[in-house]
């Protein structure tokens, strides 16, 4: 069962091959097994197994939708009722949120069971997730390798087959990068495309949720439950409601209304992307790249090409900038966040303290790694009185540059292409000792996320030599608002490859 995609798993729910009960059951104990990968952080048997049964009376009654009885993990980075929500940090080691997350509540209502929380860098810094207090995690694919961070909990639950399907989110690549590193599908939306109502929050206007599964079309069904505009959430958008799943399988056509494209599946039509422009930024493909990586993503392009699909050169020129700018951005806001931390209101509080100032110290010396200290220093250095102006707001004027740069390139083609990080997979505790080297590993996903557009990662093959079971991922970067238009991209590439559906050897 637990290498079937969301489809196949639905097939088997309705034609009683399979009870949601025995399918929890089934990726508990799969879960149990591979406990050495540090995937997941808590599960709970009694509170998975309660929601499987009510999915349970769902399917007998004939009330079931497409994803009623699936399991599912999530990101610590959303609070639950039934599970701890730690964000991987010592800070809230203990913490029981009193309600769930946007996300959590709207997979809950279309039927989807949760089988645990997932492993994360420390409140989302880091891009390895070598930051959780609660130990690393390690690659399906390499156990000697990174699975990418943050959200590297959740891909590499994916990618084992630990679950189907997992919650990601995404500051500037965490649902991209670790789905690259893991060889699996994971899309981040457009800003403000998913409430982030309940998710702990790190960088207010750069974090966005998204899914992580095998494919795009598992990703299209889930991203159908997750998006819609959430009255609890300032920053989400009131976008009209739509199928993400109305354009998979049909040829490319730019000018169809979504009413003229069929909104319940896929034809069996061979791939047709006639028309489709492939934007390739050449500040992507300099010299920073890997060969190994550049190999893969120039082999998945000839593909696209075959498909009739036409490449553009673009260029992005601002693409350097993005990681200071993400750095100082980031790093600003999270410094205001995490000012709620202080012992006093939730989380951790130091056992010995002399006065209300030794209080806050202690807690949060406690409390914080060191990555986290790293970006709350930097955060309040370049917030501080005589640097605001100099690094803060500069800063956001060359954000907006950024996202001018990007609209230019859109003038040029349909949907661009790219490497989501230069290198394959990292050896586990090559880069912590050199933050700054793990930052640079950022440079090709920070750009779209200071933008607010919407990215994925599809897998395209494997390094060489000795990498060569560590995946590569592809990038698409998509306009505003066209993740239906990425996902027909993306699965009109998966129809004709395998690559995401090559699992690690022994699952």
């Known amino acids: 069962m637990h290498q079937k995609n969301l489809a196949e798993l639905r097939l088997a729910l309705d034609t ?22 540090n995937a997941l952080l808590e599960v709970n048997p009694e509170a998975t197994l ?13 009330h079931a939708g497409p994803l009623t009885g699936i399991p599912i993990a999530h990101k610590d980075v959303f609070v639950t009722r039934d599970w701890k929500s730690t964000a991987g940090s010592n800070m809230l080691a203990h913490y029981v949120s009193p309600f769930d997350a946007t996300v959590v509540e709207r997979l809950a209502k279309a039927g989807m069971v949760c089988v645990g929380k997932t492993n994360m860098d420390e409140f989302g810094m880091g891009s390895s997730t070598e930051n959780s207090f609660f130990g690393l995690t390690q690659n399906p694919w390499d156990l000697a390798a990174v699975p990418g961070g943050s959200s590297g909990g959740s891909a590499a639950a994916v990618a084992a087959r630990l679950v189907s399907a997992a919650t990601g989110s995404d500051t500037g690549g965490s649902i991209r990068q670790p789905a690259a590193f893991t060889g699996v599908t994971g ?13 702990i929050a790190f960088a207010s206007s750069l974090d966005q949720a998204g899914p992580i599964a095998v494919s795009a079309a598992d990703c299209a069904l889930l991203l159908n439950a997750l998006a819609g505009f959430d009255p609890r959430d300032s920053t989400s958008l009131a976008h009209e409601t739509e199928d993400f799943n109305r354009y998979l399988g049909h040829a490319w056509n730019p ?13 069996q039509e061979p791939p047709n992307l006639k028309g489709l422009r492939i934007g390739l930024p050449k500040e992507y493909f300099s010299a920073g790249l890997a060969a190994e990586v550049r190999s893969a993503l120039e082999t998945a392009l000839k593909v696209y090409e075959s498909l009739g699909a036409t490449l553009v050169e673009i260029s992005l020129p601002k693409t350097e900038l993005s990681i200071p700018v993400y750095y100082v951005l980031a790093s600003a806001e999270a410094s205001s966040n995490f000012s709620r931390f202080d012992g006093v209101r939730y989380g951790h509080r130091a056992a010995h303290y002399r006065d209300l100032t030794d209080l806050y110290q202690k807690t949060r010396t406690e409390g914080f790694g060191a990555e986290v200290k790293r970006r709350i220093l930097v955060g309040t250095y370049v917030l501080s009185h005589g640097y605001y102006d100099a690094y803060y707001v500069q800063a956001q004027k060359i954000r907006r540059l950024i996202a001018q740069d990007f609209q230019q390139g859109f003038a040029q083609c349909d949907v661009m292409m790219g490497p989501v990080s230069p290198t394959v997979a990292w050896n586990l505790g090559e880069k912590t000792d050199d933050p700054l080297h793990m930052y640079l590993a950022d440079i090709y996903t920070l750009s779209i996320s200071l933008a607010g557009l919407p990215g994925m990662s599809i897998p395209c093959g494997f390094g060489q030599n000795t990498h060569s079971s560590r995946p590569v991922g592809l990038q698409i970067i998509g306009n505003y608002f066209s993740e239906a238009r990425m996902l027909q991209i993306a699965h009109a590439f998966q129809q004709v490859t395998d690559w995401h559906t090559r699992m690690p050897e022994g699952v």
């Open 187 to 199: 899309i981040k939306p457009t800003y403000g495309r998913i409430s982030r109502y309940g998710m």
């Open 255 to 267: 000018q169809a209304h979504p009413s003229q494209s069929a909104t319940t599946g896929q034809t």
């Open 16 to 37: 009683k091959a399979v009870s949601a009960v025995e399918l929890a059951q089934h990726f508990l104990a799969r879960i149990e097994a591979a406990n050495a990968l």
């Open 50 to 62: 309660a929601a499987a049964t009510q999915a349970d009376v769902s399917i007998a009654h004939g």
